[in-house]
C-alpha cells in the first residue's frame, strides 16, 4: 500500500472545494444571461470533449508525473471542482485522476 501524502489530499481537497462554488456561481450567471437550454448544449459539450480526451488519454501509454508544488496542487483542484461543479456530475468520473 503505497502512503498518502495528506498535504497534497488537503490542497486538492481545498481547491476543489472553491472550484465546486465557482463552478456553480458560473452555471448560475450563465443561466441568467442565456437559456437553459443554450446552458445545457454548452455542458454537453464540455463534457463529451472532456471524455473522448481521458479515453484518449488513457488509451495511449503515458508517463506519469508527480506535481510538488503546492500552488499547482491547490489550482488542480480548483479546476476540477470548477469542472464537476459546472457539468452537475460530483466530480466522481472526472476527479478519479
Same mark, same amino acid.
Given at each position: 500500500?503505497?502512503?498518502?501524502?495528506?498535504?497534497? !489530499? !488537503?490542497?486538492?481537497?481545498?481547491?476543489? $472545494?472553491?472550484?465546486?462554488?465557482?463552478?456553480s456561481a458560473f452555471i448560475d450567471v450563465l443561466e441568467k444571461i442565456t437559456e437553459s437550454d443554450t446552458v445545457r448544449c454548452v455542458q454537453a459539450f464540455v463534457l463529451?470533449?472532456?471524455?473522448? +480526451? %481521458?479515453?484518449?488519454? %488513457?488509451?495511449?501509454?503515458?508517463?506519469?508525473?508527480? %506535481?510538488?508544488?503546492? +500552488?499547482? $496542487?491547490?489550482?488542480?483542484?480548483?479546476?476540477?471542482?470548477?469542472?464537476?461543479?459546472?457539468?452537475?456530475?460530483?466530480?466522481?468520473? $472526472?476527479? %478519479?485522476?
Amino acid at each position: 500500500m503505497r502512503n498518502i501524502k495528506k498535504n497534497i !489530499v !488537503v490542497l486538492i481537497a481545498l481547491g476543489s $472545494i472553491a472550484g465546486g462554488f465557482f463552478g456553480s456561481a458560473f452555471i448560475d450567471v450563465l443561466e441568467k444571461i442565456t437559456e437553459s437550454d443554450t446552458v445545457r448544449c454548452v455542458q454537453a459539450f464540455v463534457l463529451a470533449s472532456l471524455l473522448a +480526451f %481521458v479515453c484518449f488519454y %488513457v488509451s495511449k501509454q503515458r508517463k506519469s508525473f508527480q %506535481v510538488e508544488n503546492n +500552488f499547482a $496542487i491547490c489550482l488542480v483542484g480548483l479546476m476540477l471542482g470548477f469542472i464537476a461543479s459546472f457539468l452537475g456530475i460530483g466530480g466522481g468520473p $472526472i476527479n %478519479v485522476a
